[in-house]
């Protein structure tokens, strides 16, 4: 899990308890605090002393979410890769458990993905639900992905996104230059690569 976060120590630990009540346990999390100013420091430092799953690191001064999410990504070892902004968070406890097991019945898929409420971080109400891959649910094979991302029927929400890490490596990582895009374009592109798994539940909420 690649957490970057940036002034969002308001939402931190929101997010931060969601992902370690995940009932898949065998996973770590590598938080990035990208030069924040508010308590965000304080709060990591809380939790990485209490769960040895958590890495923190920090930037002395801000450097971009997109900076943020390689540094992190280039530190990863497991075998899938998910990256959760701070101001995010799980609304599944079993989320991990699950994309675990269909990546267990697909490995050659790029990864999976579900679907995320939009909801405003001002008010805190729901916007949309986010996340399609034409009308059907399961695995689609890469030219079908394609196909549907050029004609604005699919949509992968970074939050709700599990990949593949040696595949981000293969693409060369996340662009830097596309800051907060980087995972959008890097989701849809291993789709296009190796296919990708839709479920259709709602997993995630997205500020």
């Known amino acids: 899990v690649v957490s970057p976060t940036y002034n969002h120590a308001h939402f931190l ?17 590598i938080a990035v605090n990208d030069g924040s100013t508010d308590a965000t420091h304080d709060i990591l430092t809380e939790y990485a002393s ?66 995320a ?16 891959m034409g ?5 689609f094979p890469p030219r079908h992905c394609m196909e549907l991302f050029l004609s604005h029927q ?16 293969r693409i060369g990582g996340y662009p830097i230059e596309l800051g907060p895009q980087s995972d959008y374009f890097v989701d849809h592109a291993l789709a296009g690569l190796a296919g990708v798994i839709f479920f259709p539940k709602n997993v995630a909420v997205h500020r």
């Open 13 to 29: 630990r929101q997010n931060l308890d969601a992902t370690l009540s995940q009932t898949y346990p065998h996973f770590e999390i």
């Open 50 to 115: 209490k769960d040895a799953r958590i890495k923190y690191h920090r930037f002395e001064s801000n450097q971009g979410s997109g900076a943020a999410v390689e540094y992190g990504r280039q530190l990863a070892s497991g075998d899938l890769l998910y990256c959760s902004a701070s101001d995010d968070y799980l609304a599944t406890p079993n989320f991990f458990e699950q994309v675990v097991n269909l990546m267990l019945k697909a490995p050659h898929a790029a990864g999976v993905f579900g679907q």
């Open 117 to 132: 409420e939009l909801v405003s971080s001002e008010t805190g109400k729901s916007i949309c639900l986010m996340g399609k």
């Open 135 to 139: 009308d059907r649910y399961g695995y």
């Open 154 to 169: 699919a949509l992968i929400p970074g939050v709700t996104s599990i990949i593949r890490r040696d595949l981000v490596e």
